[in-house]
């Protein structure tokens, strides 16, 4: 009788013993999943991080760009942007030629007052009519605005040019400071008769100065 309560006592202290050692490593295992999910929580927050951004933005616009001309003497400066153009006063007749006769017109021009930039100025010349090939033409550049005889200047053309050249010359225009128009540049157109002009014959000749802006970036 005494062993089988020896048994059941030592029975019992081993069932305590297993369930106190079984409820240390359920409460071991919760602890590690505790900690397991306390890490999980530390890493999602390592994954922020702050944001920050710059932006530069461009503003542009064009500028303005127009050449105009003066055909008389204290006339206004004006367009002629399509042929014939402006029609030039010459000194002496021009339509009752004679061979070796010269003619004289005066011509300016400049950037207007609302131009942005220089320019650089490519003079051409087209002859038509019968007496084209019978005229010859030289420019001269001018202090002031008038062409006659007695007028001296830089020989922009020179002297015997056809009445039709491709490129004849080239010239710089200033753009005006403080809103105004540039400085003009005034010509001094002289045309001579050749000995072979036709009687009775005809001829126009058209000058066409274009103007091609500078820019300030180049």
Same mark, same amino acid.
């Given at each position: 009788m005494s062993t089988s309560t020896s048994e059941h006592t030592t029975t019992e202290q081993a069932t305590e013993h297993a369930t106190e050692h079984g409820t240390r490593r359920r409460g071991i295992v919760r602890a590690v999943l505790a900690g397991g999910l306390v890490l999980g929580v530390g890493a999602a927050v390592t994954l922020a991080a702050w944001n920050d951004s710059e932006f530069a933005t461009g503003t542009f616009g064009a500028g303005s760009f127009n050449l105009e001309g003066q055909e008389t003497l204290g006339g206004a400066f004006s367009d002629h942007e399509t042929a014939p153009g402006a029609a030039l006063t010459f000194e002496v007749e021009p339509l009752?030629?004679?061979?070796? /006769?010269? =003619?004289?017109?005066?011509?300016? &021009?400049?950037?207007? $007052?609302?131009?942005?930039? /220089?320019? =650089?100025?490519?003079?051409?010349? &087209?002859?038509?009519? $019968?007496?084209?090939a019978n005229l010859t033409y030289e420019i001269l550049t001018t202090d002031a605005f008038g062409c006659d005889a007695d007028t001296t200047g830089g020989e922009l053309v020179a002297a015997g040019t056809a009445t039709t050249a491709a490129d004849a010359a080239t010239f710089d225009l200033t753009q005006g400071a403080a809103a105004a128009a540039g400085d003009p540049v005034n010509l001094c157109l002289i045309v001579t008769a050749g000995d072979g002009l036709v009687e009775g014959g005809a001829a126009t000749v058209t000058w066409e100065f274009a103007a091609e802006s500078v820019s300030d970036n180049d």
């Open positions: 009752n030629l004679a061979p070796a /006769d010269v =003619v004289y017109a005066p011509f300016a &021009v400049r950037l207007d $007052a609302a131009t942005t930039t /220089d320019a =650089v100025v490519t003079l051409s010349s &087209v002859g038509a009519g $019968a007496n084209a």
